[in-house]
């Protein structure tokens, strides 16, 4: 009985550590989400500066001008290696796709005037509602002649 | 160890042990997949180079739906599905169920060959097309045309220029038009930098890449976008609603598509350097942009908190246009979380319907 009386007053080590992590655990979010809210205050502040803007715009020119030549050594390299390989290059790719587009637009242009007939049509039924043939005497002569 | 607390707590601790397991597994899925976006049924009803025109299935008899159908315009740099984002929140599963008919207009992305394509062209060669299909499906001739960001611009700009072709009523979500501030907001400063040459960078890539406009969205808020959100879903790993949300947000938001450069460099130039829309200065294959032109109802939908398109960019063309019919409508939330956030559906998505639906009929 003593012991068992013991034993459960001791103190439990799990809890105790589950305790603290979660206390530890709630105390460094709320010091993370605080600094984070600085932190993104700072940033919209540095982001919407005109120091920002021209140091990124510099950047950014910086690395398109030193990156032309490559970019145009590369374009003469595929053209040369594509065209020794008699395979279409970037300019043929192209220009099959522009004209695929024209051929589209004048589809959709056809496509459209045949709506348009459609409805024509359509509104020329509807306006003329089909009517009994009236009876003329060529008709009933005929009918006589038979 | 307490011989009667051990048992339990090792229960326990296999407990947290399962949670945080399951936690782990769920942030590899949700971090390395797609959710399963754009769900609402449709059809294809229209094709014109990359673009397409979807109808989606009604689900009101036809007796019981609006007159006037829907016709949706998104940006061209990012995919259309955010206003059909996944069952429960999805602004289009909602306006079809309120009884409209609905057409979206998916742009689609541009080839290498697409790289000419200029706002002329979106709005004189494939809004005038994707309309005359909705007329001849719908069999309406008149339509509500609602476009969002730069479909705003596309939209409004398509307002202008054909003012009698059948437009009764527009609506603008979050829509970039007046760039007079040059100060408002982070984009507007950043192009407007001497340094910042669009022709440049349209002459390096040809279309603008996805990701260096991704880029440019989310360095406007740096810490939210890059660290806060994979935060949030760290926190919320055992919330399942929290999520599937987050998830196919993610699936969106990673969804990236390229610019025409053409396009591009006409926006930076024209639109947020030298502010020609709102002047009434902008030319499209010689006609002028003239906003006085436009007559339709027109609903203006503003985000308080958006950091794309700061609310001093949309307000100002209420005074511009002749419409006798109009409204300003001022919404909580950002860019996207007006139309896709949690209080899209209740707020945002029944103030359009009530106002859209006396003017459908």
């Not at chain 1, 039924?125 to 006589?144: E, L, M, V």
Request: hydrophobic share 40%; aromatic share 8%; with cysteine.
């Amino acid at each position: 009985m003593s012991n068992e009386s013991e034993s459960t007053n001791l103190p439990d080590p799990f809890q105790a550590m589950t305790s603290l992590w979660e206390t530890n655990l709630k105390n460094w979010k709320s010091m993370r989400d605080t600094s984070l809210d600085s932190w993104s205050k700072t940033m919209l502040d540095t982001v919407n500066s005109d120091e920002y803007s021209h140091t990124t715009g510099q950047w950014l020119d910086t690395y398109l001008t030193l990156s032309q030549p490559y970019r145009r050594l590369i374009d003469l390299m595929m053209t040369q290696v594509l065209s020794s390989l008699n395979m279409p290059m970037r300019t043929d790719v192209t220009s099959l796709a522009e004209r695929l587009t024209n051929i589209e637009t004048r589809l959709d242009d056809q496509d459209a005037k045949l709506d348009d007939i459609l409805t024509a049509i359509k509104s020329v039924s509807t306006s003329k509602p089909a009517t009994p043939k009236p009876t003329t005497n060529n008709s009933a002569k005929a009918k006589g002649a038979r | 160890m307490s011989a009667s607390s051990s048992p339990m707590n090792s229960a326990a601790l296999q407990d947290e042990l399962k949670r945080i397991e399951e936690k782990t597994r769920t942030l590899l899925r949700v971090s390395t997949s797609r959710a399963n976006v754009a769900q609402t049924p449709k059809q294809v009803i229209w094709t014109f180079n990359k673009a397409k025109l979807y109808r989606y299935i009604p689900v009101v008899p036809s007796e019981q739906r609006h007159k006037v159908p829907l016709f949706l315009v998104f940006a061209l740099m990012n995919k259309p599905y955010i206003l059909d984002l996944r069952p429960g929140n999805s602004f289009i599963e909602y306006m079809v169920k309120q009884g409209y008919d609905v057409y979206l207009l998916d742009w689609g992305a541009p080839g290498i060959e697409d790289k000419d394509l200029k706002f002329d062209d979106y709005v004189l060669d494939y809004l005038p097309r994707a309309i005359r299909k909705i007329k001849a499906v719908s069999g309406s001739n008149e339509f509500t045309m609602l476009g969002w960001c730069i479909g705003a611009i596309l939209s409004t700009i398509y307002a202008a220029l054909r003012p009698d072709d059948g437009l009764k009523n527009l609506i603008l979500l979050t829509a970039p038009l007046d760039f007079t501030d040059k100060k408002a907001g982070g984009f507007v400063r950043w192009v407007n930098d001497e340094a910042f040459d669009p022709d440049k960078i349209v002459s390096a890539f040809g279309n603008v890449p996805g990701e260096m406009i991704d880029y440019g969205a989310k360095a406007l808020k740096p810490v939210e976008n890059y660290i806060g959100s994979y935060l949030t879903l760290w926190d919320n790993l055992d919330n399942p609603r929290i999520v599937e949300s987050w998830h196919a947000m993610n699936t969106w938001v990673t969804d990236l598509i390229p610019m025409a450069g053409a396009t591009y460099a006409q926006l930076i130039k024209e639109l947020y350097r030298e502010n020609r829309l709102i002047q009434g200065t902008m030319v499209i294959r010689g006609e002028r942009v003239d906003l006085s032109r436009i007559h339709a109802n027109l609903l203006n939908v503003i985000a308080l908190a958006d950091h794309i398109s700061p609310p001093c960019q949309s307000e100002s063309i209420m005074t511009k246009v002749s419409s006798k019919d109009q409204l300003l409508l001022k919404v909580k939330g950002g860019h996207i979380g007006m139309m896709a956030g949690s209080g899209a559906l209740k707020f945002t998505w029944p103030h359009i319907d009530s106002w859209l639906a006396e003017r459908s009929e």
